[in-house]
């Protein structure tokens, strides 16, 4: 990644705030037990494997979207970095 | 989930386990509720033996018995149930030898029945319907006269210690995800007496 020019590196790290990224870990999990439950009881009483899995590929697109792209909303406790400090010579 | 790449590769490969736990739930649910198959009838109407050879290279003269036969069995709620891709019917003779005692079992006919959905460009989309009886569905198997596909040849060259033949119609079900399944889809009334050679 380091051979890449800065605008692209820019956009493939994507940065986002430490909570989110937690909240994000813990969503995600959550989401994706539930999403397996429930495709398997959508296909098992809608008689059909494929409608399953289209249900599962429809809640997994769903999920990228919202997750994966760096969003403001993702956004909004950054990292407070301290200002520039001259090093104490001695 | 620390850059957009990170999450990706997490996102994704999390989904991939769970789509195999996904697939193997539907297996298991799937094989634990196979619905049951009425049995259905075998009749065999005409029986000979004469003196032939097989098509290949090289074969001798022989013994082979030609039959014809009916078949008559709805396998719809098996065709139509929930992991079901396709059927595979085969109709088999089963037969002892008298002086060796040798049991044999050769397939004289076979057919492979797929479901509406993979073939029928009106399915699409729609919900395939729970059981369709009758002559519409495409599980109905209703031959009548036909003639069987393979040769049927007794390893030992001649058919005189044979005195009768059972005709059973099994069927093995293919599931899209799952174990392969298979029964017995029709039988005859009782056997069938192999009769002597026919004499040109």
Excluded: C
């Excluded at chain 1, 296909?43 to 429809?58: A, D, M, N, Q, T």
């Amino acid at each position: 990644m380091n051979q890449l020019p800065p605008s692209v590196q820019k956009v493939l790290e994507g940065k986002i705030d430490p909570k989110s990224q937690y909240a994000l870990e813990q969503i995600t999990q959550i989401f994706l037990i539930a999403l397996t439950v429930v495709s398997f009881v959508i296909s098992f009483f809608s008689s059909s494997v494929i409608f399953g899995l289209e249900v599962f590929l429809g809640g997994l697109v769903l999920l990228i979207l919202a997750a994966v792209p760096p969003w403001p909303y993702l956004n909004r406790h950054p990292v407070k970095f301290l200002p520039v400090r001259k090093l104490h010579q001695t | 989930m620390y850059s957009t790449l990170q999450r990706l590769n997490h996102i994704s490969s999390l989904a991939t386990t769970y789509v195999m736990i996904l697939l193997g739930f539907i297996s298991i649910a799937s094989f634990l509720s196979l619905p049951s198959v009425d049995v259905g009838n075998v009749e065999v109407k005409d029986l000979i033996i004469q003196k032939g050879r097989l098509r290949r290279w090289g074969a001798r003269q022989e013994e082979l018995a030609s039959l014809k036969f009916d078949i008559r069995t709805d396998l719809n709620p098996l065709l139509n149930s929930y992991n079901t891709k396709q059927l595979f019917v085969y109709l088999t003779a089963s037969y002892e030898e008298q002086s060796t005692g040798n049991s044999h079992e050769v397939v004289l006919w076979d057919r492979i029945i797929e479901r509406a959905d993979l073939k029928d460009i009106r399915a699409v989309g729609n919900k395939v319907p729970k059981t369709k009886s009758g002559r519409k569905g495409r599980g109905n198997v209703r031959v009548e006269e036909v003639k069987n596909k393979y040769q049927w040849r007794n390893p030992s060259g001649t058919f005189k210690d044979i005195e009768y033949a059972n005709m059973t119609l099994h069927y093995s079900l293919m599931p899209y995800v799952g174990v392969l399944s298979s029964g017995v889809a029709a039988t005859a009334n009782g056997p069938v007496t192999i009769p002597p050679l026919i004499k040109r």
